[in-house]
């Protein structure tokens, strides 16, 4: 892959990124009088687009489900390698399969969850998962599938369904990293991996499981040693940032686990690894040729996606505007 190639296309995210809406705009929707004036903000910008026919703020997600569609449509349709926008949607494929698998072992209709994004068409996955039939779908899907479906027959366990669909997706995206050769790619995976095994470890401790238990639900991959977190299953939560502090993530680390002894929760943990993201994204504003401005504009959209439904859950439910500034990730812009 030639960074070259996308010479073309970075001018068109440039503008894209510009707008990307700032903290200006969410300071509005926060601090509007109701969730009814949120939405009417949101629709004074580009999201009016998608939300023509949206009049009640309840239905906030088809807005925010039809944005999605709409960029990752765009970003497929200007992007010179497609395997670059595959990295940041297959977790779209991997989302809808693991609901589609709990449809039908729980006989239920969950279609109302499924997201309209990935890279294999919506139908087509429905179809396979309901008739038994992976023949037409990438491999990693269908061993995917076979594996969940297989553990769950001996397990009964519907957690393991998540379980099991994790580690194949981000063993197909490690995969996919490797294979376009660029750093900025597979340094992003890895982090993903390392930041999500790290809170996997303090889910584990908290819910005072085995090792056995710890190791099979660790992602592989990562720049931190497997083996190195499975060792500090039994350490004191205050060791664990004192073991990890070498690591890139020290800061998330230390705050993140003070908050997490101190509430028990992992949500300012997850915030604080969604704005380490963001910040190791940002870097890609000072790139001008390759594939980073790409995956850097569709972290930055996602996130934005993510901060309107934290704004709109919290309006909707008459939260005060500071809690719901409290949860609102780091912007792009």
Do not use: W
């Not at 073309?8 to 700032?22: K, Y």
């Not at 990295?87 to 072992?105: E, G, R, W």
């Not at 023949?135 to 479906?149: A, M, Q």
């Not at 990293?177 to 401790?205: H, Q």
Request: with cysteine.
């Amino acid at each position: 892959m030639d960074a070259m190639d996308f010479t073309q296309v970075i001018p068109r995210l440039r503008v894209l990124e510009n707008r990307l809406l700032d903290k200006s705009k969410f300071d509005r929707m926060i601090d509007s009088s109701s969730a009814e004036d949120a939405l009417r903000i949101l629709q004074e910008t580009e999201y009016i687009n998608v939300s023509k026919e949206i009049s009640h703020p309840k239905e906030y997600e088809v807005i925010l489900s039809n944005e999605l569609k709409r960029v990752f449509n765009m970003i497929y349709d200007a992007a010179p390698h497609k395997e670059v926008v595959d990295i940041m949607s297959i977790k779209y494929d991997f989302h809808n399969l693991k609901v589609l698998i709990k449809a039908k072992l729980l006989e239920k209709n969950f279609d109302d969850i499924l997201i309209p994004v990935g890279t294999i068409e919506l139908k087509k996955l429905k179809n396979a998962i309901e008739d038994s039939n992976y023949r037409d779908l990438p491999s990693i899907f269908g061993r995917t599938i076979e594996t969940v479906l297989e553990d769950f027959s001996k397990e009964k366990d519907p957690q393991r369904i998540d379980l099991i669909s994790d580690k194949y997706q981000y063993r197909h995206m490690n995969e996919i990293s490797v294979n376009l050769d660029n750093y900025f790619i597979k340094n992003y995976v890895d982090k993903l991996i390392d930041l999500s095994n790290m809170r996997t470890l303090l889910r584990v401790k908290k819910q005072k499981k085995q090792r056995e238990f710890l190791s099979c639900t660790l992602l592989d991959g990562g720049k931190i040693d497997k083996d190195k977190i499975l060792a500090l299953l039994n350490d004191s939560i205050e060791n664990v940032y004192g073991k990890l502090s070498y690591t890139d993530y020290a800061g998330v680390l230390k705050i993140g686990i003070e908050q997490y002894g101190k509430t028990g929760s992992s949500s300012e943990l997850e915030k604080l690894s969604d704005n380490f993201i963001m910040r190791f994204m940002k870097d890609a504003k000072y790139i001008s040729f390759g594939p980073e401005p790409i995956i850097a504009y569709i972290y930055a959209k996602e996130n934005e996606i993510k901060n309107i439904r934290i704004i709109m859950v919290g309006k909707l439910n008459n939260m005060p505007s500071e809690v719901i500034r409290e949860r609102l990730r780091e912007g792009y812009v």
